[in-house]
Nanobody
Framework: VQLQASGGGLVQAGGSLRLSCAAT????????MAWYRQGLGKQRELVAD???????NYDDSVKGRFTISRDNAKNLVFLQMNSLKDEDTGVYYC??????????????WGQGTQVTVSS
């Protein structure tokens, strides 16, 4: 799976951005898709993920502000980010994961897109 993230940029606090991730090379609908982020000097952390069946999980810090969605027909996953805060600043990475017993879980990463929130 190849992943291409886009949509990052500079936005004022309280503003919105929409990230997109395009996937190629495999059966997109079989993958759990996720967005991670990494702030400067911080570890990479899970922001949100969405399973093939549509079950969604959010980090507590973004609940009520961010929305993850996927379009299996177009091999796309989105992250709508509203009410952005300074602490949302970081590089956002698209991730795809699939578990195939007995081979285990394989994960793939996109190249990251920078989100900068200014106050």
């Amino acid at each position: 799976v190849q992943l291409q993230a886009s949509g990052g940029g500079l936005v004022q606090a309280g503003g919105s951005l929409r990230l997109s991730c395009a996937a190629t090379g495999s059966i997109f609908s079989a993958y759990t898709m996720a967005w991670y982020r990494q702030g400067l000097g911080k570890q990479r952390e899970l922001v949100a993920d969405i399973t093939p069946g549509g079950t969604i999980n959010y980090d507590d810090s973004v609940k009520g502000r961010f929305t993850i969605s996927r379009d299996n027909a177009k091999n796309l996953v989105f992250l709508q980010m509203n009410s952005l805060k300074d602490e949302d600043t970081g590089v956002y990475y698209c991730n795809a994961a699939i578990t195939r017993p007995p081979y285990g879980t394989r994960t793939y990463w996109g190249q990251g897109t920078q989100v900068t929130v200014s106050s």
